[in-house]
């Protein structure tokens, strides 16, 4: 008998859309197979020449081929630099679609190495790092080539955001407080710095397992913040060590930054999140917008007598442009290169001009007062493993917005008060270093001598890493002119570990991170702090503290969070730069907005706090430009 069947509407519904779906499937089956092997490509490509880049040691491949200059054209405002707060500044004001807005960009868009976030060595060794190195050091940084520490800063649109860590970390809020106060002015207070962060912000929370207080959180900013998916005994362990030492579960980025988390990070479906990305694609089409890019600024010409600001000089594929600004122009070349620009153009330091010639149009503390953090990479032994992960599997997850290449190899953050102010002063960060289908460049980036790699090369134990940070180190720094040619690199003297407190504070990190490796929870996957044999502190017992200021002396760097060259204040003669509104004292017309205004370290990173001056300067020159 055969069976009497027949399809009803509902049963043909059915067969009709799994037939489709089977169809959709297999097409997008094929599509995945091109995406993968399209990134297969360009990562290998990535990967390739971040093996044989050499870094730029100077501007020249942007000289003009004549000093002619050619008419640009007319502008309400111009934007120097779009990087994470030129990038916020463009999108601000260019909501005005009354007003024109130039942008100037050194750099070119993102790619591939800046989109996926475990390429961030492979980005720092590419053209989206200038490469700036600093001069030699006396103090510190003499572990590696040159005695020359590390400087990397972005370039392209998104700047800094584009080859970073990505970790989301805004100041605290005390830290807010403390510059209204400073400054004389509530717009930088906690309480309307808040609305600021929430508006900008799009967060997902996508690991249950990190912490997250959602009001202190915005879901429809341009800004995207994510959690990574991190669940792995390592991070497990970072998290129950603190909770037995007593620390909390904290949202860091509440009104609470003391305690333990996993990582917020500016990432949207796996992808990086830089500031070009989530500010500037979206609105590309607007008319009034032009972000030119491999537009090198040379100069901002003030007229000398009224001091007003009223156009800018750059260069771009061999002709000298001059753009001219109705309204005002608007510096965010960043903590190196917009006290850089603002000498050129003779705002600056008089002693510091004349050495060049360069006339000094207002005398200010331009460059001075430069401060960073201090970091300290600190090895831990263990018996946990990672799966072995190929590209292929990797690039299959990826396209689906998951795994290890969506990571930015950062896994866990605390920040701690060592002096119970309830203001932290040390911050640990987990940096797995974990298995991946990805070199890991950062020995290269950092500049190790070869001396130094062979010693912390030395016995190739299975290690990661815990990242310890000075939070606020008192050493200063400077950047200054190398002479008056645009086209060569600021000298940039982070003059770091010159005050001995310093040494102090990191010796005393080391202490607090070993109770943190001493845990039960640590114990569990038998971690042990690694004091690497350095040759260049033999002279020395290991691991005395005579030992600890020697290997810091060869081993801790700054912590990449320059700031504090173009420093907002009340009073010109004590070292302010610019104004409570960022303007720059002595000059119409002429703002800066960039992490060169904060006057002192922050409890945090510094994207998401540039992110906010970004549109907090947007605000203030709306509400005098309408
Ligand atoms: C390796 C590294 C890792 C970091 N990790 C993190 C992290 O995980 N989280 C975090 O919050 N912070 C991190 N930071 C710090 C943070 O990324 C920077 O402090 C921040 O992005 C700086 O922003 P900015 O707007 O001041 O300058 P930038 O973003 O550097 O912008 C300056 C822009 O100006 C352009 N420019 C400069 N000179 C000229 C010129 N003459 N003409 C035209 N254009 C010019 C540059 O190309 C650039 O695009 C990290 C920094 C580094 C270097
Ligand atoms: C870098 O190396 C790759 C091969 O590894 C080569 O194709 C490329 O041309 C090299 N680039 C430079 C600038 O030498
Ligand atoms: C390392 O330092 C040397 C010597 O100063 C320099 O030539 C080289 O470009 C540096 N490399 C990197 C990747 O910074
Ligand atoms: C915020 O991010 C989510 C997840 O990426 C996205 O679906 C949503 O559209 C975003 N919202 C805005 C306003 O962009
Ligand atoms: C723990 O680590 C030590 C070295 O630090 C090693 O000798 C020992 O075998 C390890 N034990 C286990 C159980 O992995
Ligand atoms: C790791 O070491 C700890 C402590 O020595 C031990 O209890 C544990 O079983 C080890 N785990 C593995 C996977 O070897």
């Known amino acids: 008998m055969k069976p009497n069947y027949y399809i009803n509407t509902t049963d043909m519904i059915k067969i009709v859309t799994y037939y489709f779906l089977f169809v959709s499937v297999q097409i997008f089956a094929k599509d995945y197979d091109a995406i993968i092997q399209n990134y297969k490509t360009k990562i290998n490509v990535a990967i390739e020449n971040s093996n044989n880049y050499t870094v730029d040691v100077d501007a020249t491949r942007y000289k003009p081929k004549s000093n ?14 779009a990087g994470t707060t030129g990038a916020v500044v463009a999108n601000g004001l260019s909501e005005q679609t009354h007003k024109k807005v130039l942008v100037l960009e050194a750099g070119k868009g993102s790619d591939i190495s800046t989109d996926v976030p475990l390429l961030v060595y492979q980005a720092q060794l590419s053209d989206f790092n200038w490469g700036f190195h600093s001069t030699p050091q006396k103090n510190g940084c003499l572990g590696m080539k040159n005695q020359a ?11 800094t955001s584009l080859i970073n860590g990505m970790i989301y ?39 249950p397992a990190a912490p997250y207080a959602p009001c202190y959180h915005g879901k429809k900013g341009y800004l995207n913040v994510e959690n990574l998916n991190i669940d792995n005994p ?24 003391l305690g333990v988390s996993l990582i917020q990070s500016t990432i949207k479906g796996g992808k990086r999140a830089d500031t070009g990305t989530t500010f500037i694609l979206p609105i590309k089409n607007r008319k009034n917008l032009m972000v030119s890019m491999e537009s090198y600024v040379v100069k901002i010409e003030i007229h000398p007598k009224t001091k007003i600001a009223k156009s800018v000089l750059f260069s771009r594929h061999g002709t000298l442009y001059r753009a001219k600004a109705k309204n005002e122009i608007i510096l965010s070349a960043g903590a190196f290169q917009s006290p850089q620009i603002l000498q050129l153009s003779g705002v600056g330091r008089k002693m510091d001009l004349s050495k060049f010639n360069i006339p000094v149009i207002s005398e200010l503390d331009v460059g001075r007062n430069l401060k960073d953090q201090n970091s300290i990479f600190l090895s831990i032994t263990h018996n946990t493993t990672d799966p072995d992960i190929d590209l292929n ?60 790699l062979k010693d912390l090369s030395a016995g190739n134990a ?45 010796y005393k990190i080391i202490q607090f991170t070993r109770k943190i490796v001493k845990t039960e929870a640590f114990k569990k996957i038998n971690a042990t702090l690694l004091v690497p044999k350095l040759k260049a502190c033999e002279k020395y017992k290991l691991d005395s503290k005579g030992y600890w200021y020697c290997n810091f002396r060869q081993l801790n760097h700054p912590s990449y969070h320059p700031l504090g060259t173009c ?51 947007s605000d203030f020159i709306k509400k005098v430009n309408f």
């Open 149 to 159: 520490c590390p400087c990397p800063r972005g370039r392209g649109v998104g700047g």
């Open 68 to 81: 002619d200059i050619t008419e640009f054209g007319e502008f309400n405002y111009i934007v120097i630099g």
């Open 234 to 257: 390592r991070s497990e362990a970072f998290v129950r060590a603190h909770l037995e030492l007593g620390f909390k579960k904290t949202d860091y980025n509440s009104l609470n930054e």
């Open 393 to 452: 599997s990797a690039l299959k997850d990826f396209v689906h917005g998951r795994g290890i290449l969506t990571t930015s190899n950062f896994e866990g953050v605390s920040f701690y008060d060592s002096k119970h102010k309830n203001y932290p002063d040390i911050e640990l960060f987990l940096i797995p270093f974990a298995k991946s289908p990805i070199p890991n460049l950062n020995n290269k980036v950092v500049n190790y001598t070869d001396a130094t």
């Open 462 to 506: 299975k290690t990661f890493s815990i990242l310890a940070t000075d939070l606020d180190p008192k050493s200063l720094g400077s950047v200054t002119l190398k002479s008056n040619s645009p086209f060569d690199y600021p000298l940039v003297d982070p003059n770091v570990l010159s005050n001995p407190a310093d040494l102090e504070m990191l």
């Open 567 to 617: 420093a907002m204040g009340k009073d010109p003669k004590k070292g302010a730069v610019v104004d409570s509104k960022l303007r720059v004292f002595g000059v119409k017309k002429l703002r800066v907005a960039d992490a060169s205004v904060f006057p002192f370290n922050l409890r945090s990173h510094l994207v998401a706090n540039c992110v906010l001056v970004g549109q907090i300067v």
């Open 169 to 207: 970390s805004r100041a605290n809020p005390k830290d807010f407080d403390r510059l209204a106060r400073d400054v004389r002015n509530s717009a930088w207070s906690y309480s309307n710095v808040l609305r600021y962060f929430k508006k900008g912000e799009n967060f997902t929370h996508t690991n």
